[in-house]
Each structure stands twice: as C-alpha cells, then as structure tokens.
C-alpha cells in the first residue's frame, strides 16, 4: 500500500482498500492478507488515477471514487468494471476530483462527495442522477471541498469538509 485514503468492509471477510499512491483497489482479508488488486494506473475503463473512497452496495457492487480521472467506478464481485459514472465538469453528472462515496443499501442510493465541485450528488445504483445539493460557502447546506460522506440505517446523511465541521442531512 502505498497513501491508502479509502476503507471499505464486506459481510465475507473481505476489505477494499482504495490504495490511492498505487492507483489501484487492494482487496485483503480482514486478517489483512492480500487476496488480489482491481484496476491499473491509468485513464482508461478499469483504471485508476489517485483513487480516494470505495463503499460497498447491494449485489456485492464496489463503487470507487476516482479523483483523479474525476469519475466514479463500478466493479463486479470478480473485479471487472461494469460501469463508469461522470466525467471532469461541473454539470449534474460530472465531477471535479469526487473524494468521497457513500452507498445507503436501504434505498439502493449512492452519494459522492464531489469535492471540486462543493457539492453532493445522489444516484441510484446504476448511476442515474436523482439530485445534487449544495455550493462553495460556510452556511448550513453550503460545503468546502466535501471529502468524507457516510449514510446511516436511518438513511441520515453525514459530510465532512474542509470547514472543519460535520453536516447531517
């Protein structure tokens, strides 16, 4: 590993590790042992520039943030992408270095911390926009560089940024 910034857990004693300095999703056992790696450094489908977050979702899904291509990725439980959300921009979709990904597996929502952007962006499973909130600013509902997003049972939404500050919605 080498600068991992993201962690995820699944049910079969599994981790992902987003292993950002090696641009690379590393899979360990939760004793820590290797298993194998998903994804090379690169620009192109099923590679990684500077990956930050993984969550996990329904259907064994591991949805990953790549910052540095400014899109969010989806594997299959055997590690083949089956899917590419967004691209660099600041339209509905799109993303400027996305650097948190939460998923809510009761309502099968995925929610990125778009960082560059200021804001948060909802989809569903399979990457339809459902909404997108928030701006530059220090207000209730505004956000600085959003990096850190977790959803709890209750669907409550919780955001880290760079205002030092945690935001529940």
């Known amino acids: 590993l080498r600068s991992p910034q993201g962690l995820a857990a699944s049910i079969n004693d599994r981790l992902f590790v987003a292993d950002t300095g090696n641009s690379r999703l590393q899979i360990l056992t939760h004793a820590l042992q290797p298993v194998t790696q998903w994804g090379t450094p690169g620009t192109g489908s099923g ?4 990956p930050a977050a993984v969550a996990r979702g329904l259907l064994g899904l591991t949805y990953v943030a790549d ?3 400014h899109r969010i990725l ?3 439980t055997a590690g083949r992408v089956t899917s590419v959300w ?5 339209n509905p979709g799109e993303f400027l270095s996305p650097a948190g990904i939460a998923v809510d597996k009761r309502l099968s929502h995925v929610y990125v911390a778009d960082t560059g952007n200021h804001r948060i962006q909802v989809f569903n499973a399979f990457g339809i926009l459902l909404a997108t909130w928030g701006s530059y600013g220090c207000e209730p509902g505004e956000f600085n560089a959003p990096a850190g997003i977790a959803v709890d049972s209750s669907s409550n939404i919780y955001v ?6 945690v935001q529940v919605f």
Do not use: H, I, K, T
């Open 86 to 90: 967004g691209a660099q921009g600041s």
């Open 47 to 50: 590679e990684l520039l500077f």
């Open 160 to 165: 880290v940024d760079a205002n030092n500050r």
């Open 67 to 69: 910052v540095g291509n």
């Open 74 to 76: 989806v594997f299959d």
